[in-house]
């Protein structure tokens, strides 16, 4: 029982991290066998002597992610040249910082940075000379438009923090860091506006972002996953864009955004249904527009959840609804197939969704193969083959294209999920089950809160907002921000009365 | 964890039992387009006829089976529609849906018989024949008129008759004869019903009639198809017991605002060129006026103005009626006369012959009695109406000549 315990206690005294030490030697010695130098090749240490104090220094740094030039100009040389009292006097760099113990010299050594180690001193020294590869800023490729910027989020924090500042010019624009991750940390960037920001949902925030238990988080996409609410729901509560417009937009109504490195986007937080189902390019077009614009959308979400659907409830148990040209047309095409007809709507919804999975994870000189096997299986060779109508040709056609118009990628998810769904249980007792259903399915909806939000909040339930829900008004008859997330500062138009 | 998903597969496995139960494939179903009913020599027991469209003539996709004819008539005794169905299972491959029936076609021998509203009971009672199916009386039995019935046109046995009934109606001379009308005018027992009168046979031409003073099977015709809808036959309690013309039925609608017609074209007489007729359109901008001044110890008042227009679409005898302000009053006079003169004979032909009218107009009485037992008492049909002084008035309210106004001047052109 005692060597339990004193076991733990010894584990205990280990986390202590071990402070500099005065001697050059055993700092050198200690730190080399933390990151196994001689076996960890970009491992590097360079030894000088200082010419202002004549002491012997050690440079340690990993020579992959840091500046070779800067390296130089700003640590080498100085040392090697200038004169002064102290260290401080001699490196003049923008960041240098003291350290005195181990774990934060690991840390950053690990982040990119440079740590001096001076005989006779007790405090090391870490200056920045990090220079991480990344992407440079490409064009926004997933959440296309017309009109608006084009850029897009890179994969660099810092990159990323500019583009945003870039378009807000505000004092109390707060970038807050935070790191994630107990073996390799993360550097995590809550962004607000914290004269707007609602103290509560931050607060939320920040405590999510402390409650992950994991070694590595490596980006926003896994990020996403840890702090969301419902990891099982069939939404999604989170909005991630790769658009520095929509991003300030929606830090301009008091939202709070997650940034980090590696990931070319940002998670927007609490959001509605509504966030999911509005395009930037809506603000970015005329008044009207941009609400035709969502009009058609409307229509494509209402389509591609119902359409296949509907015609399985209304062939199979209501074909006095249909018109009996129709009808008739229907029956005609249906005497050779053999198969019941929920049965051909499956098949080409299933062959449909093969299409589009492959069609993502196809090596791209292999791209065009998918337009031609796609084409045989959703098309006239599938009806000549009798194995379906073709009347399902056009359904399962409708139902895929306006599924595209669903834009963003996890609420595109959601309703091809609840097309299937919808698609059984209208194949079980027709329109009163689908409608059944359907009820079930948003009552379901409604129930999900993101970040305390409702769902459906402004609609239902009602909030002070601008109402920028289905349609949006004028941008110059908005006064409110939206209520539902309560901003501190409800007004949007600061001079008028 | 293992137990919540047990108990949810046993939840989700009874729908699987139940699933799809009145779920039905749209081939397995034989679509009646056409019903018909005829009376047999047996008492409680009738000839149905179903006409079952083919779903696979007519339709582009389908390669091949065009030899297949594009409707199926076949006939089976029974003693109502529903059960007749069944029966005729026996010969018939699909199951026989009457969903889309549009017509259902009574042979005038049954109509006259009195046993008509016996099989009218099952189509309100059944949730598969529609309040809009039209009812048609055929002059034949109602087998051979649809064994007859061979559109030149039209395919598809249903567009023929939803196009044929469609077109037809508007132009008034066959009435709107929905089963709804028929059960709301037969329960309230007080008007008269008006069915689509129609025919395959060729009767005696009659030669003397003018554009719609025909009933069906006596249109001096040549090609086109054997059926005739004209005209229209008059129910009165669920029995018939006569007919009107062409004319006397787009008179109906003129009197009946419940009743739309788009379009009426006919011919009136010239008056100064008695060999001659001219063609009108006639139109309609508002309901007609129906003033009932009820009397209960002498006769009822039944003052009618109709308010309408015509437009001169043609002057054969190539008078100037437009320009010459006499002829212009005469004509409009003329036109005015005879409308009144033909709607009296029809008043009178209701009055005396079938002792009620076909026009609605119990609608407009029934404000002066506070319950329904008086008016029950006072009895439209069989004290009120018969007796009534009726007063039309037909009043042209504007009179246009079309986009010329003079006509070839004969003179000049024959010099």
């Known amino acids: 029982m005692f060597k339990f315990l004193k076991k733990v206690q010894q584990t205990d005294s280990k986390s202590e991290p071990e402070a500099v030490h005065t001697k050059l030697d055993k700092n050198a010695q200690h730190i080399k066998q933390l990151f196994s130098y001689g076996l960890n090749k970009d491992f590097t240490f360079r030894e000088l002597t200082a010419k202002y104090s004549q002491e012997k220094i050690e440079i340690y740094y990993y020579s992959s992610i840091v500046d070779a030039n800067k390296v130089y100009d700003a640590i080498v040389r100085p040392l090697l040249e200038s004169e002064g009292k102290q260290i401080r006097d001699v490196i003049v760099a923008e960041s240098v910082k003291e350290i005195t113990d181990f774990e934060q010299a690991t840390e950053h050594i690990n982040s990119g940075k440079a740590i001096i180690f001076e005989d006779g001193n007790n405090t090391a020294y870490s200056i920045d000379v990090a220079k991480f590869e990344y992407r440079g800023i490409g064009k926004a490729e997933n959440e296309s438009t017309i009109r608006g910027p084009q850029e897009a989020f890179t994969e660099s924090l810092n990159v990323n923090v500019s583009l945003i500042r870039k378009r807000m010019h505000d004092k109390q624009l707060v970038t807050e860091g935070k790191q994630v991750g107990a073996r390799s940390k993360s550097e995590v960037n809550i962004v607000y506006v914290k004269d707007l920001v609602n103290e509560e949902i931050l607060k939320s925030v920040r405590e999510r972002l402390d409650n992950i238990e994991a070694d590595n988080v490596r980006n926003l996409e896994l990020l996403e996953q840890f ?15 790769e658009r520095p417009g929509n991003a300030t937009s929606y830090l301009e109504d008091g939202h709070i955004i997650i940034l980090m490195n590696n990931s070319a986007g940002c998670l927007i937080v609490p959001v509605t249904f509504w966030s999911f189902f509005h395009s930037p390019e809506d603000r970015y077009l005329r008044f009207l527009f941009g609400n035709f614009s969502r009009l058609v959308r409307m229509l494509a979400f209402y389509l591609t959840t119902m359409i296949s659907a ?20 229907i029956t005609a095409s249906r005497e050779r197939v053999p198969f019941p007809l929920i049965f051909e709507i499956l098949i080409m919804e299933i062959a449909f969704e093969l299409i589009r999975e492959a069609g993502i994870r196809i090596p791209n000189p292999l791209g065009p193969t998918i337009g031609i096997v796609g084409a045989l299986i959703l098309g006239q060779a599938a009806v000549q083959a009798n194995i379906i109508s073709p009347i399902i040709v056009i359904i399962t056609a409708v139902s895929g294209l306006t599924s595209f118009a669903v834009t963003d990628v996890s609420i595109n998810y959601s309703v091809r999920i609840t097309r299937f769904i919808f698609i059984f249980s209208a194949g079980f007792l027709g329109i009163f089950s689908l409608m059944g259903a359907f009820l079930a399915w948003f009552m379901y909806v409604a129930s999900i809160k993101s970040f305390g939000v409702p769902f459906f909040a402004p609609l239902s339930p009602s909030y002070r907002s601008p109402h920028d829900t289905l349609f949006r008004k004028a941008i110059r008859n908005e006064i409110w921000r939206p209520g539902q997330i309560k901003p501190k500062d409800i007004r949007k138009k600061a001079n008028s009365k | 964890m293992r137990l919540k998903t047990i108990i949810l597969i046993i939840m989700l496995i009874p729908l699987f039992l139940v699933g799809c139960y009145d779920k039905k494939e749209l081939e397995q179903q ?9 009376k047999t020599d047996e008492k409680g027991l009738y000839k149905f006829t179903f006409q079952i469209a083919n779903p696979e003539v007519g339709s582009a996709i389908v390669g091949g089976g065009s030899q297949e004819e594009p409707k199926e008539t076949v006939s089976i005794k029974g003693s109502d529609i529903l059960t007749a169905t069944n029966t005729a299972n026996s010969f018939v491959s699909r199951e026989i849906t009457l969903d889309h029936t549009k017509v259902l ?25 529609r309040r809009g199916v039209q009812i048609l009386v055929s002059k034949e039995d109602a087998s051979e008129f649809l064994q007859n019935i061979n559109p030149k046109m039209e395919t598809r046995p249903h567009k023929y008759y939803q196009l044929i009934l469609d077109r037809a109606k508007e132009t008034g001379i066959i009435p709107e004869a929905e089963i709804h009308r028929f059960f709301q005018i037969t329960e309230g027992d007080a008007d008269l019903f008006l069915a689509i009168y129609a025919t395959n ?9 003018y554009e719609d003073e025909y009933v069906a099977g006596q249109l001096p015709k040549e090609g086109g198809n054997n059926s005739q809808f004209m005209g229209s036959a008059v129910f009165k309690e669920g029995k018939m017991i006569g007919t009107l013309d062409g004319q006397e039925t787009r008179l109906a609608h003129v009197f009946d605002p419940t009743l739309d017609m788009d379009d009426l074209l006919s011919t009136y007489p010239d008056p100064i060129k008695e060999e001659f007729r001219i063609g009108a359109d006639y139109s309609q901008k508002s309901s007609p006026e129906i003033n009932i001044e009820y009397n209960k110890n002498k006769p009822t008042k039944i003052n009618v103005r109709v308010p309408f227009q015509i437009e001169i679409i043609a002057i054969p005898s190539l008078v100037d009626y437009s320009q010459n302000k006499d002829n212009k009053e005469l004509l409009k006079k003329t036109i005015e006369e005879s409308l009144e003169k033909k709607s009296r004979e029809l008043i009178r032909k209701t009055q005396e012959e079938y002792k009620a009218e076909p026009f609605y107009w119990s609608l407009y009485i029934r404000k002066y009695f506070k319950t329904i037992e008086e008016y029950e008492e006072a009895d439209w049909n069989k004290n009120i109406y018969p007796n009534a002084e009726i007063n039309i008035n037909f009043d042209l309210e504007r009179l246009e000549f079309g986009k010329m106004l003079n006509d070839s001047n004969l003179t000049e052109v024959r010099d």
């Open chain 1, 227 to 241: 702090i969301e609410e419902r990891p099982y729901s069939l939404v999604p509560t989170v909005l991630f864009t």
């Open chain 1, 310 to 329: 509907t015609y399985i409830a209304i062939t199979n148990f209501h074909s006095a609804m249909l018109p009996p040209d129709l009808l008739l047309a």
């Open chain 2, 30 to 38: 034989a679509y009646v387009v056409a019903i018909g009913v005829d």
């Open chain 2, 105 to 129: 076609i009574a042979s005038e021998e049954l109509a006259r018989s009195g046993d008509f509203i016996r099989i009218m009971q099952s189509t309100a009672r059944t949730t598969q024949i």
């Open chain 2, 201 to 209: 046979k060729k009767a005696k031409e009659k030669d003397d009639g």
